[in-house]
């Protein structure tokens, strides 16, 4: 078979799993998540030997230690992710949820009602927990999922599909266990019977994933988060929220990388800055808006007003997570206003923007754009919905 | 310039024209709309002239009659174009509100509110209304929209563009003038620019839009729309509903293109079905599964049950509204939980799926996707949203 023909089979055997997952009951699909936690702790010795050969051939093959430790399934990772799939277990099931219901003068009577997407293509990198969280994330919501994971990771995936497998799920969750790239353009182009795809990665695989895809894509390019510091804001609070927004975790998509001041406070806060950044060993940067650091870097620009923040931020953010710190109410009305990103935040750190921080309950990524999902994406996102209508005989005028 | 370069000016101008949008009070959009039905009713003899030497211009070309019939603008249409301009100013405005609120454990206050998408990109063929129904649409949800209509209706569309212009909206709606088909392409590949494009033709015009887009697209393929007869239905409103659903408006997308009876019915059923498809000019078709006819033309096939109607439905349908008449509960609970399509009727004809029908007030679409909107898309489904986080200096622990 080649690799289309390969593809194209698993997606119609995805099609027909997904009409089965949504018909199943809430505590049939809990029930299946806990077969899975159960399978994945019956066959760690396999899973574990698995990536270990992965992480050696990886280190063989000379992959940067980055990659390397995001390869790694330590036991802790492993631990996690296993609670991880009891944990959705225990949320709300968001599919058959009536949104809203509306009777209407010719007689009809209409019901808005929260339904599964059906098949979910999921392409991603290194990070091998990522299989297993999305299999979980989607089976909740009663969706097929097809996963792709990178070649460096392919021993313990296949090990990770194979005991999902053991805990009869049939063909819900299907791994592709072909490297050659074609798999991932036949997916995102496989109309009809792939219904979104996923990228959980970096830029380049998802400017490839979009450029080849007839399927809608749910995507998340990058995260250049702002702090504005206003001259009417709380220096003590600014500093606080600049330090924790930059560096408790500097290498996600929620970590500010761009510090605007406002050109008053400049000369009063610019130094608290420099010192900050020397005692947390943070480098300032000039000109560099729009830059993606993920390291303890940040770019640092004066700006007039807080309309000139907003005119920076809207021409330069990634549309991600943005901050004001003020003690001016109408000021910072005009920012969350104004501000065009998926989270904007007044006196409050950007690193919230997380589907836990906002009661989600579970995520599977981060959404910069702004059909069907912006900003965290959690179960609901996971889902879409159809029109039930009923009535008695009745027909149009 | 380049169609390349003017596609891009224009959606730099109209990125530029989104924000200040964003920020219009109801009242203000709504005194806008009102000044743009004003200013037709003001340039008529001009636009009237225009859409005369369209369709000179196309008698001459030979176009087919039913497409001069659709770019032809008679008085009653544009009476109607205006008072459509009208009635969107008095429809409630979806910016603005908001989803839901929550407070965290944090200590932060989560608010999600909706708001305008942006830029939206609308490709259309001959008919000219759409530019100013789709405009008033695009305005009221505070989108600044570029509108692309097909060659033949450029002298209407320019008109129709200048008369906008005349009340003042500036770079909120704009019209592409120029004829070359590159035009659409960069629309549909200004990602950064162009938030979202939503083609308004045919099938061929969506393909060749999905495969060039890098953008979001909105669309509705066709309405392959089904009837299934039950064997426990009342034969009075089976065909009462079939003919309803099949000769009220043959031509658009929520009438029926497939008739499924139950067997067991069928000596019973199909002599009236012959009888009503006489008297009505109807043509049976058998073994065309997937057909959309848009004329008195249906086809017609036999089901084992209720459970092969869904399967029947599933395999060939366009996934946009589908009917069960039965007054069996149980099988009409079936029938409405596994049909995948965006409205699923009980005992309802097919041809409610409208945004009118559905209390939506106008319609900008009626999509077969399942991201974003399914079904009639209305104004709220020209918005997306964003989340406003606020606290008192909160910082991630």
Redesign the interface.
């Known amino acids: 078979m080649t690799v289309q023909e390969t593809i194209h089979e698993m997606a119609v055997r995805a099609r027909a799993a997904s009409?089965e997952l949504?018909?199943m009951t809430t505590s049939a699909k809990n029930d299946a998540l806990l077969a899975i936690a159960k399978a994945l702790e019956a066959h760690a010795d396999e899973i574990r030997g698995a990536n270990a050969a992965d992480v050696a051939r990886a280190k063989e093959n000379g992959l940067a230690p980055a990659m390397v430790d995001r390869l790694t399934l330590t036991p802790a990772r492993f631990d996690a992710m296993v609670a991880g799939v009891r944990h959705v277990a225990s949320l709300p099931d968001p599919v058959g949820e009536t949104i809203w219901t509306?009777e209407?003068p010719?007689g009809?009577e209409?019901r808005k009602v929260r339904v599964p997407?059906?098949v979910i293509a999921v392409v991603f990198e290194s990070r091998p927990n990522v299989f297993i969280d999305t299999a979980a994330l989607c089976l909740k919501t009663g969706n097929a999922v097809i996963l792709r994971g990178g070649k460096e990771a392919l021993e313990t995936n296949k090990a990770l599909a194979a005991a999902v497998k053991s805990a009869g799920v049939g063909d819900a969750v299907q791994l592709v266990e072909t490297t050659d790239h074609a798999a991932v353009t036949e997916l995102v182009r496989a109309v009809g019977l792939v219904?979104?795809a996923i990228p959980r990665g970096g830029e380049r695989l998802i400017r490839a994933m979009?450029?080849a895809a007839?399927v809608?894509v749910?995507k998340h390019y990058k995260g250049v988060c702002h702090i504005y510091v206003d001259d009417k804001a709380?220096l003590a609070?600014a500093l606080?929220?600049l330090?924790?927004?930059k560096t408790?975790r500097p290498g996600v998509c929620n970590a500010a990388e761009c510090l605007l001041v406002h050109e008053k406070l400049a000369p009063l806060f610019m130094p608290m800055v420099e010192a900050w950044a020397k005692d947390k060993g943070v480098t300032l940067h000039e000109n560099e808006a729009g830059t993606e650091y993920l390291s303890l870097d940040i770019n640092v620009a004066k700006v007039a007003d807080v309309r000139a923040a907003i005119d920076f931020i809207?021409a330069n953010s990634s549309h991600h997570s943005e901050c004001i710190v003020t003690n001016d109410a109408e000021r910072?009305a005009e920012f969350?206003?104004?501000v065009?990103?998926?989270?904007?935040?007044?006196?409050?750190?950007t690193?919230?923007?997380d589907g836990g921080?906002?009661?989600m309950g579970a995520e599977i990524g981060i959404s910069t754009?702004?059909?069907?999902a912006?900003?965290p994406m959690g179960l609901e996102e996971l889902t879409?919905?159809?029109?039930?209508?009923?009535?008695?005989?009745?027909?149009?005028k």
């Open positions: 009409a949504a018909r509306r209407r010719s009809i209409i997407i059906g219904d979104v979009c450029e007839l809608p749910l709380d609070m606080s929220i330090d924790n927004a408790q809207n910072a969350l206003r104004d065009d990103s998926a989270c904007v935040y007044h006196n409050v750190s690193r919230f923007t921080e906002f009661g754009d702004k059909l069907h912006r900003g879409t919905y159809k029109y039930l209508v009923t009535g008695d005989g009745v027909i149009r």
